[in-house]
């Protein structure tokens, strides 16, 4: 055997052994991250979390953090569901191949990767600021503007999933439609969208996951609150921020119950993503 | 318009013969294609939405800042004075915080994410490609305040469990040696970088497997009839026709690094001062924003608004450079 023979068979056998540490690294990183999470989360875990406000501290739990969460999370897809949909219907229907539909598309996919904490900026400038200079100050940091941000957030990830799923749908079923002579306002809402209703719904469901975990936009729009409130206009309290003030109180019962809220987000935000992976596994998604 | 409708339809029911049942007709094609022009009108600014985002955010940021700008023009990129109590702004400590963070999470991520597209494409058996291709994908998924508490309460400690180790032996090193010296104190822009490099490992990965995929079969196994190893295959076949795309996944990565917050805030350690050492603290743009912006007033805000627009402009030519990297590849396949 040659000694050149021999060196390449070595680097082979170095480079396939160093790849296969380099994905064992990936996974034990992702086994430590879920395995903390899970032993600290758990432990803390009782029914005051869901019971009492965070305005008792380490006697309290987390029920407003989780009911504002909730609202913020509901009226963010409220306001990005439809606005996403329709705005991923024109690139696929209307605009698949002019240029203001190429620009929008890939203007789309850079928002998808945008920071999302200068996303929360904007919404402090645009929606906080104004309703405060409005108000005289009585309303600033809202669960509405919270919900803007978050928005935001969901709204890429809506409008490529629609694009991208649309464009899945066989050409042979608009022309069949169209044949028929309906217009394609009805050929799009009532065809298209029940062919393709299943991939569009993923494409919400990823959303919810992206923006359930965000903490960097709220900072100041929803601000936070220690009490309970269902009103949009009020400073509102959510999962990420109270875990973010928690995790930087010295207190160690505070540790805990940010553990505890920790691991109820990732639960939560891992369940939907593996959800629309098993229910739509056969259809090709975007997750990036 | 809906009596006209009603009527037009009651018309055309009544009628046996063949004008009025025309005249419906008409009328009903002019509403199908006034329908469709409020539908079209509809979508289009929708879509166009997601353009006032992008560009809503760079000018609203621009906007909040103008203050600090108009005050210190381009010293605010270049002065390394940040002071509050003073009411002086330099943003070079946050920028330098933040591209070298960014750039230890490329250093080490790049060839991890590309060791793990390599297994996963060329190296693990079949029934093993599916399961681990989306647990590493899980990494994305993971909210980035969890990345942030596990960093402070876990990954700290346990760095500052081996830098001492790193001073003794990285630290010897001429050259090089000055960045691995410095107190273990866990906390830093070394740690920063590395749950960056966690985080931004899923993203790259997922681009180049999936890059990797759509070299034809032909290719390879061409290469593979000469003789070729697996590695040789990977590195002078599939490397070459998908540099682009890989370039691409690897600034998407980048830009990543570059805006997230969360991860990085709690373990950076919120210091300004600008050191040689990676095992020291520093800050980042994003963690100043994160850290001070809600006790910040008057100019400490628009300074802090400017750090955002900043941010911004960066990630967004880093992001453009990333997509147009991709779409290089796909025009190639002919997509």
Request: include cysteine.
């Given at each position: 055997m040659s000694a050149v023979y021999?060196?390449?068979?070595?680097?082979?056998?170095?480079?396939?052994?160093?790849?296969?540490?380099?994905?064992?690294?990936?996974?034990?990183?992702?086994?430590?991250?879920?395995?903390?999470?899970l032993e600290n989360g758990i432990s803390a875990i009782t029914p005051t979390l869901f019971t009492k406000i965070t305005a008792y501290a380490d006697q309290g739990g987390l029920s407003n953090a989780i009911v504002g969460s909730l609202i913020m999370d509901l009226m963010a897809l409220m306001i990005c569901a439809p606005i996403g949909v329709l705005a991923g219907t024109y690139l696929a229907e209307y605009a698949s191949s002019t240029r203001l539909g190429a620009s929008i598309r890939f203007l789309n996919d850079i928002l998808l990767s945008a920071p999302s904490i200068v996303l929360g900026l904007f919404v402090y400038v645009i929606v906080v600021l104004p309703m405060s200079n409005l108000t005289n100050g009585a309303i600033s940091f809202s669960g509405f503007a919270g919900s803007v941000a978050l928005a935001l957030i969901g709204l890429p990830v809506i409008v490529r999933t629609t694009d991208e799923m649309l464009q899945l749908v066989p050409g042979t079923l608009r022309e069949a439609a169209l044949s028929l002579g309906i217009p394609q306002w009805k050929l799009t809402m009532q065809v298209l969208m029940r062919a393709a209703f299943s991939g569009i719904l993923t494409g919400v469901l990823l959303a919810l996951a992206r923006l359930a975990g965000e903490t960097a936009p709220l900072l100041f729009t929803a601000f936070g609150n220690n009490f309970m409130t269902a009103h949009p206009l009020d400073k509102m309290a959510s999962m990420p921020v109270t875990i973010y003030q928690y995790t930087n109180d010295p207190n160690p019962a505070l540790h805990a119950i940010a553990w505890a809220g920790a691991l109820l987000i990732t639960l939560f935000v891992l369940a939907l993503s593996l959800l629309t992976r098993i229910m739509f596994s056969r259809k090709k998604v975007s997750y990036e | 318009m809906i009596d006209e409708t009603t009527r037009g339809n009651a018309l055309s029911m009544q009628a046996t013969s063949a004008e009025p049942l025309a005249r419906d007709t008409e009328h009903r094609s002019r509403a199908d294609a006034r329908h469709d022009f409020i539908f079209r009108i509809l979508l289009r600014t929708c879509a166009l939405l997601v353009l006032a985002a992008l560009l809503g955010a760079a000018l609203s940021t621009l906007w909040g800042g103008r203050d600090v700008l108009f005050k210190d023009g381009f010293k605010f990129l270049f002065s390394a004075d940040w002071n509050p109590v003073e009411d002086q702004y330099g943003a070079l400590a946050p920028i330098a915080g933040t591209l070298v963070t960014s750039l230890i999470a490329l250093v080490l991520a790049v060839p991890v994410s590309f060791g793990v597209a390599l297994f996963l494409t060329e190296i693990a058996p079949n029934w093993m490609r599916g399961p681990v291709a989306t647990a590493i994908e899980l990494l994305a998924g993971i909210p980035s305040i969890i990345y942030g508490m596990w960093g402070l309460f876990v990954f700290v400690p346990f760095m500052a469990g081996i830098e001492p180790w790193l001073n003794d032996t990285l630290g010897n090193i001429p050259v090089i040696g000055a960045l691995f010296h410095g107190p273990p104190l866990g906390l830093g822009l070394l740690t920063a970088g590395i749950v960056l490099a966690v985080m931004i490992l899923p993203f790259i990965s997922s681009v180049m497997r999936e890059v990797f995929q759509t070299v034809p079969a032909r290719l390879k196994e061409s290469s593979y009839a000469l003789g070729s190893t697996t590695w040789e295959v990977v590195w002078d076949i599939v490397l070459p026709y998908t540099r682009s795309?890989?370039?691409?996944?690897?600034?998407?990565?980048?830009?990543?690094?570059?805006?997230?917050?969360?991860?990085?805030?709690?373990?950076?350690?919120n210091s300004y001062n600008i050191t040689s050492s990676l095992l020291m603290p520093g800050t980042s743009i994003s963690s100043s924003i994160a850290n001070e912006f809600n006790e910040a007033v008057g100019l400490h805000r628009s300074a802090l608004i400017a750090l955002g627009f900043l941010l911004f402009v960066v990630?967004?030519?880093?992001?453009?450079?990333?997509?147009?990297?991709?779409?290089?590849?796909?025009?190639?396949?002919?997509r």
């Amino acid at each position: 055997m040659s000694a050149v023979y021999a060196r390449r068979r070595i680097t082979n056998i170095v480079a396939l052994v160093l790849s296969g540490c380099a994905t064992l690294l990936g996974l034990i990183f992702l086994v430590w991250i879920l395995w903390i999470t899970l032993e600290n989360g758990i432990s803390a875990i009782t029914p005051t979390l869901f019971t009492k406000i965070t305005a008792y501290a380490d006697q309290g739990g987390l029920s407003n953090a989780i009911v504002g969460s909730l609202i913020m999370d509901l009226m963010a897809l409220m306001i990005c569901a439809p606005i996403g949909v329709l705005a991923g219907t024109y690139l696929a229907e209307y605009a698949s191949s002019t240029r203001l539909g190429a620009s929008i598309r890939f203007l789309n996919d850079i928002l998808l990767s945008a920071p999302s904490i200068v996303l929360g900026l904007f919404v402090y400038v645009i929606v906080v600021l104004p309703m405060s200079n409005l108000t005289n100050g009585a309303i600033s940091f809202s669960g509405f503007a919270g919900s803007v941000a978050l928005a935001l957030i969901g709204l890429p990830v809506i409008v490529r999933t629609t694009d991208e799923m649309l464009q899945l749908v066989p050409g042979t079923l608009r022309e069949a439609a169209l044949s028929l002579g309906i217009p394609q306002w009805k050929l799009t809402m009532q065809v298209l969208m029940r062919a393709a209703f299943s991939g569009i719904l993923t494409g919400v469901l990823l959303a919810l996951a992206r923006l359930a975990g965000e903490t960097a936009p709220l900072l100041f729009t929803a601000f936070g609150n220690n009490f309970m409130t269902a009103h949009p206009l009020d400073k509102m309290a959510s999962m990420p921020v109270t875990i973010y003030q928690y995790t930087n109180d010295p207190n160690p019962a505070l540790h805990a119950i940010a553990w505890a809220g920790a691991l109820l987000i990732t639960l939560f935000v891992l369940a939907l993503s593996l959800l629309t992976r098993i229910m739509f596994s056969r259809k090709k998604v975007s997750y990036e | 318009m809906i009596d006209e409708t009603t009527r037009g339809n009651a018309l055309s029911m009544q009628a046996t013969s063949a004008e009025p049942l025309a005249r419906d007709t008409e009328h009903r094609s002019r509403a199908d294609a006034r329908h469709d022009f409020i539908f079209r009108i509809l979508l289009r600014t929708c879509a166009l939405l997601v353009l006032a985002a992008l560009l809503g955010a760079a000018l609203s940021t621009l906007w909040g800042g103008r203050d600090v700008l108009f005050k210190d023009g381009f010293k605010f990129l270049f002065s390394a004075d940040w002071n509050p109590v003073e009411d002086q702004y330099g943003a070079l400590a946050p920028i330098a915080g933040t591209l070298v963070t960014s750039l230890i999470a490329l250093v080490l991520a790049v060839p991890v994410s590309f060791g793990v597209a390599l297994f996963l494409t060329e190296i693990a058996p079949n029934w093993m490609r599916g399961p681990v291709a989306t647990a590493i994908e899980l990494l994305a998924g993971i909210p980035s305040i969890i990345y942030g508490m596990w960093g402070l309460f876990v990954f700290v400690p346990f760095m500052a469990g081996i830098e001492p180790w790193l001073n003794d032996t990285l630290g010897n090193i001429p050259v090089i040696g000055a960045l691995f010296h410095g107190p273990p104190l866990g906390l830093g822009l070394l740690t920063a970088g590395i749950v960056l490099a966690v985080m931004i490992l899923p993203f790259i990965s997922s681009v180049m497997r999936e890059v990797f995929q759509t070299v034809p079969a032909r290719l390879k196994e061409s290469s593979y009839a000469l003789g070729s190893t697996t590695w040789e295959v990977v590195w002078d076949i599939v490397l070459p026709y998908t540099r682009s795309a890989v370039i691409g996944g690897i600034f998407l990565g980048l830009g990543r690094a570059l805006g997230e917050t969360m991860a990085v805030t709690f373990v950076l350690g919120n210091s300004y001062n600008i050191t040689s050492s990676l095992l020291m603290p520093g800050t980042s743009i994003s963690s100043s924003i994160a850290n001070e912006f809600n006790e910040a007033v008057g100019l400490h805000r628009s300074a802090l608004i400017a750090l955002g627009f900043l941010l911004f402009v960066v990630t967004f030519i880093v992001l453009l450079i990333a997509r147009l990297m991709l779409r290089q590849l796909a025009r190639k396949e002919g997509r």
